[in-house]
């Protein structure tokens, strides 16, 4: 996708701004023209706009999706569509707002125009933009206060992913507000705080190599006070992409896996979904997946969707740069612990080790550090699949393989 990195800079001269705009509505130009003929019309997803979220620093329009039956004290994802894109496009494709009907999470999508960047990119790569208390990223945070407020969402549960610019920008929200978003998911984008000492260009193609610990820093210099645990990262990228080139994927993965201080070796690797995607894991001490980076072969840039009714089916290849392969939309819902079905894929435990099953109720489930509890929910550790109330009344079973990573094994154990 055309990620221009051009958007009119605050108080910057008329003379100044003129061809950064003709480079951004050439990089537009360019995107329709290679984009294809137009895909055929399918229904739109209905999203309501909010208006009254707070100060809007950042010039961003919110839209949310609620689907129609919610729980008490809902999840909350975040969506940030990617340049050319906007909210209802991102709605319409990406299967998200199926799955907010399904696993019973709230879906906040944030929107940036024209009249923040001409190619309707997120400004990742601006310096009022991308830290904590201003900008795009302030307005992105008042979205959340207001759907915890409004809507009675569970803050501990927060959660972020977008494609292109917006990938990049969710690397922003995640390293600019650990305090308020448990995980996130990059599909596309790029390492926190590039562009201090790079063009945004040389970020996206050929990549900038710095060590782990290097782009750890610039994460925790965008908090300097902040002492808590660092949010869990998803890394989502397809193999022939030569826009945000895959080296992005490697250096995200360092500056995720340095925070949480884990070694770029990965726990395990296996593939999932239809397409074979690779699928490598970094897990903490306590078992709980880290870092993932999903390695999604011959695809170039974009959302990866696998248009279909099927239960690991979601999304649509109706607009640009969403890509026919796997639903990575599904997958994403999982890794933040919100999707609870069986994935179908691999046991977890690629070596054959023999599996132990536990049936007991959420809570004893709890006590016998099988799973953990947050906002009135439990989890199991390792998958973090949610598995609804913490109390004695919901009972599940629980497969541990490897040893200290639980998964939902209701439907059969081993």
């Given at each position: 996708?055309?990620l221009s990195p051009f958007s009119r800079?605050?108080?910057?001269?008329?003379?100044?701004?003129?061809?950064?705009?003709?480079?951004?509505?050439?990089?537009?130009?360019?995107?329709?023209?290679?984009?294809?003929?137009?895909?055929?019309?399918?229904?739109?997803?209905?999203?309501?706009?909010?208006?009254?979220?707070?100060?809007?620093?950042?010039?961003?329009?919110?839209?949310?999706?609620?689907?129609?039956?919610?729980?008490?004290?809902?999840?909350?994802?975040?969506?940030?569509?990617?340049?050319?894109?906007?909210?209802?496009?991102?709605?319409?494709?990406?299967?998200?707002?199926?799955?907010?009907?399904?696993?019973?999470?709230?879906?906040?999508?944030?929107?940036?125009?024209?009249?923040?960047?001409?190619?309707?990119?997120?400004?990742?790569?601006?310096?009022?933009?991308?830290?904590?208390?201003?900008?795009?990223?302030?307005?992105?945070?008042?979205?959340?206060?207001?759907?915890?407020?409004?809507?009675?969402?569970?803050?501990?549960?927060?959660?972020?992913?977008?494609?292109?610019?917006?990938?990049?920008m969710t690397a922003v929200m995640l390293?600019?507000?650990?305090?308020?978003?448990?995980?996130?998911?990059?599909?596309?984008?790029?390492?926190?705080?590039?562009?201090?000492?790079?063009?945004?260009?040389?970020?996206?193609?050929?990549?900038?190599?710095?060590?782990?610990?290097?782009?750890?820093?610039?994460?925790?210099?965008?908090?300097?006070?902040?002492?808590?645990?660092?949010?869990?990262?998803?890394?989502?990228?397809?193999?022939?992409?030569?826009?945000?080139?895959?080296?992005?994927?490697?250096?995200?993965?360092?500056?995720?896996?340095?925070?949480?201080?884990?070694?770029?070796?990965?726990?395990?690797?296996?593939?999932?979904?239809?397409?074979?995607?690779?699928?490598?894991?970094?897990?903490?001490?306590?078992?709980?997946?880290?870092?993932?980076?999903?390695?999604?072969?011959?695809?170039?840039?974009?959302?990866?969707?696998?248009?279909?009714?099927?239960?690991?089916?979601?999304?649509?290849?109706?607009?640009?740069?969403?890509?026919?392969?796997?639903?990575?939309?599904?997958?994403?819902?999982?890794?933040?612990?919100?999707?609870?079905?069986?994935?179908?894929?691999?046991?977890?435990?690629?070596?054959?080790?023999?599996?132990?099953?536990?049936?007991?109720?959420?809570?004893?489930?709890?006590?016998?550090?099988?799973?953990?509890?947050?906002?009135?929910?439990?989890?199991?550790?390792?998958?973090?699949?949610?598995?609804?109330?913490?109390?004695?009344?919901?009972?599940?079973?629980?497969?541990?393989?490897?040893?200290?990573?639980?998964?939902?094994?209701?439907?059969?154990?081993?």
């Amino acid at each position: 996708m055309p990620l221009s990195p051009f958007s009119r800079a605050p108080g910057a001269p008329p003379r100044a701004r003129l061809l950064p705009r003709l480079l951004a509505v050439l990089a537009v130009v360019l995107g329709t023209a290679l984009a294809g003929p137009a895909p055929r019309a399918h229904a739109a997803v209905t999203l309501t706009r909010v208006s009254d979220f707070g100060t809007n620093p950042g010039a961003l329009t919110m839209y949310v999706y609620r689907p129609a039956t919610l729980p008490a004290h809902p999840p909350v994802v975040v969506a940030l569509h990617g340049c050319t894109q906007n909210a209802q496009v991102y709605a319409d494709n990406s299967g998200l707002p199926q799955l907010a009907d399904r696993d019973g999470f709230l879906l906040v999508l944030a929107e940036t125009g024209t009249a923040n960047n001409a190619s309707k990119c997120f400004n990742w790569f601006q310096a009022g933009d991308n830290q904590r208390g201003g900008g795009e990223a302030l307005s992105v945070r008042q979205m959340v206060s207001r759907a915890v407020t409004a809507y009675g969402a569970d803050p501990q549960r927060v959660y972020v992913t977008g494609l292109s610019a917006g990938g990049a920008m969710t690397a922003v929200m995640l390293a600019a507000y650990p305090d308020v978003f448990s995980a996130g998911a990059v599909v596309a984008g790029l390492p926190y705080d590039c562009t201090r000492d790079n063009s945004p260009y040389t970020c996206m193609n050929p990549g900038v190599d710095l060590s782990p610990a290097a782009w750890a820093q610039r994460v925790r210099d965008a908090y300097p006070s902040y002492g808590g645990p660092w949010p869990r990262a998803a890394i989502w990228y397809g193999d022939q992409d030569t826009t945000v080139v895959p080296r992005n994927a490697t250096e995200l993965r360092d500056q995720w896996t340095a925070l949480h201080g884990l070694s770029q070796t990965p726990t395990r690797t296996t593939t999932i979904g239809p397409d074979a995607t690779r699928q490598d894991q970094y897990l903490a001490a306590d078992g709980t997946v880290a870092v993932e980076v999903d390695r999604v072969p011959g695809i170039g840039h974009g959302t990866p969707v696998d248009p279909g009714t099927g239960s690991e089916q979601c999304g649509s290849t109706g607009a640009p740069y969403f890509l026919d392969s796997i639903c990575s939309s599904r997958w994403i819902a999982r890794f933040f612990g919100l999707d609870t079905s069986d994935p179908g894929g691999p046991d977890p435990d690629p070596g054959g080790g023999t599996a132990a099953c536990w049936t007991a109720s959420n809570y004893a489930h709890v006590q016998a550090g099988r799973a953990t509890t947050s906002g009135g929910y439990t989890y199991a550790k390792g998958s973090q699949q949610n598995m609804g109330l913490y109390n004695t009344f919901v009972t599940h079973t629980l497969k541990e393989s490897p040893p200290g990573y639980f998964a939902l094994a209701d439907t059969g154990c081993p």
